[in-house]
């Protein structure tokens, strides 16, 4: 089945056959090979390896990149996209990536990663080679991973409450953990969700459509030959990618990348796709891509369908999966969206902004062209997105250091 995995890591190779590559970034072609504590350590940033423990035994990797100038500020949490890593938030390189621009600010940065990435694949007495290691979707991430690394930032810090941002699935695993354990609300200053995965249903890929019609086929397939991970990271990714897809002629990856994730040819560079594509993909289970096709396919923001009445009674005591109750996500709240986003159309945004009690504000981004690997990879986000999201989490942080 290695040949779906090229096909879909294509996806995020963005390119515009005969450009120059020019880039506003700071990253060189070894970027792609490293680490990412290499990476952070690299450019200069003062970095701690830490390790979470769940409550159901499995080991995850989490990064902590210190603050630059006044400390005293509170930890945030940045959580990952789909299939990914938190490279997500270093990839772009420094005075561009969120994630060291807001330690360039004093705050507390931590990396989280979800089980199943190549940062999660250890567990107390489970292997990767075992089909129980496996056996999780986005909700396991969210009310086991999420959680014990919220506790664990906190306990680490001493702080009380620390602010949240996610990225697509991200923001995904962010809304099932307040939802779910609505007592993580409390811990919370302010939730920062890019791109927020909760209606995915009006998907604009024909690719991906094609992709949950055919699903069930794919697990048929995976089960036979024994496999229960996807897109797993391995060893030579880098290398490998940069072969099938060689600069600067790559028309066909560039028209896949527009019908998956939304064509904005100007900002999606040659050199930092070929290095993200180093990080990317970084593996999550096949039950997980299952739950996000159901999602797509149902418009129905709920847990896993076993599909028949009997193994849902059994998971859930109910013929049908339980729905996430958006109304328990009690933190302050704010959405980015992109009008040019094919994963989160943003024709479903009014419905999650619905749904959200305490919804604080729903930013487009104003390039109309922004895309879903804008958020991470675009050359104008640092102008576009980022700058508000700074200013967002700096006034809630002042209300937050200030409150009586």
């Known amino acids: 089945m290695h040949y779906l ?10 390119t515009a056959p005969g450009r120059k590559d020019s880039s506003p970034f700071i990253v060189e072609e070894e970027d792609g ?43 945030i949490l940045m959580m990952h996209s789909l299939f990914s890593s ?22 507390d940065i931590w990396l989280g990663n979800a089980r199943g990435n190549r940062y999660g694949r250890k567990h107390e007495s489970l292997t ?13 991430i969210a009310v086991y991973d999420v959680t014990a690394t919220i506790d664990y930032v906190l306990e680490q810090t001493n702080a009380e409450k620390l602010h949240y941002i996610g990225f697509s699935q ?51 397939a995976y089960n036979a030959i024994g496999k229960n991970d996807f897109l797993s990271h391995f060893d030579g990714q880098y290398e490998f990618f940069r072969k099938i897809c060689p600069a600067p002629d790559q028309t066909i990856c ?18 930092i796709a070929r290095i993200f594509l180093g990080h990317f ?9 299952m739950h996000i096709a159901q999602l797509i396919r149902d418009g129905i923001f709920r847990q896993y369908d076993y ?54 504000s729903s930013y487009p981004v104003p390039d109309k062209l922004f895309s879903h690997v804008d958020f991470i990879l675009a050359k104008n986000v640092r102008k576009v997105l980022y700058k508000e999201i700074i200013k967002n989490v700096e006034r809630a942080e002042r209300d937050y250091t200030f409150e009586p």
């Open 5 to 14: 995995s090229v096909i879909i890591c294509i996806l995020l190779l963005p």
């Open 33 to 75: 090979v490293l680490l990412v504590p290499q990476l952070i350590r690299k450019y200069g940033y003062q970095m701690e390896e830490h390790e979470v423990r769940t409550e159901d035994g499995y080991l995850l990797s989490v990064y902590r990149i210190l603050g630059r100038g006044d400390t005293r500020k509170s930890p």
């Open 86 to 107: 938190c490279a997500d938030w270093v990839a772009i390189g420094p005075k561009n990536a969120l994630g060291y621009l807001l330690a360039d600010r004093g705050y």
């Open 128 to 140: 990767v080679d075992i089909p129980g290691f496996w056996n999780f979707t986005f909700h396991e």
């Open 170 to 220: 991200g923001t995904l695993v962010g809304f099932v953990a307040l939802s779910s354990r609505p007592e993580y609300n409390e811990k919370i200053i302010e939730v920062q969700q890019l791109s927020p995965a909760v209606y995915i249903n009006r998907n604009l890929s024909v690719i991906i459509r094609l992709l949950v019609f055919f699903v069930r086929e794919i697990a048929l």
């Open 254 to 271: 560039r028209a896949v990348v527009y019908d998956v994730a939304g064509a904005n040819p100007q900002q999606l560079g040659v050199k």
């Open 281 to 289: 993909p970084a593996g999550s289970s096949l039950k997980q891509v």
């Open 307 to 360: 599909g028949n009445s009997a193994q849902n009674i059994a998971a859930y005591g109910s013929p049908s999966p339980p729905l996430y109750d958006l109304s328990r996500v009690t933190a302050p709240v704010r959405i980015y969206y992109g009008y040019n986003d094919n994963v989160v159309n943003y024709r479903n945004i009014p419905r999650l902004e619905r749904d959200l009690p305490n919804l604080l």
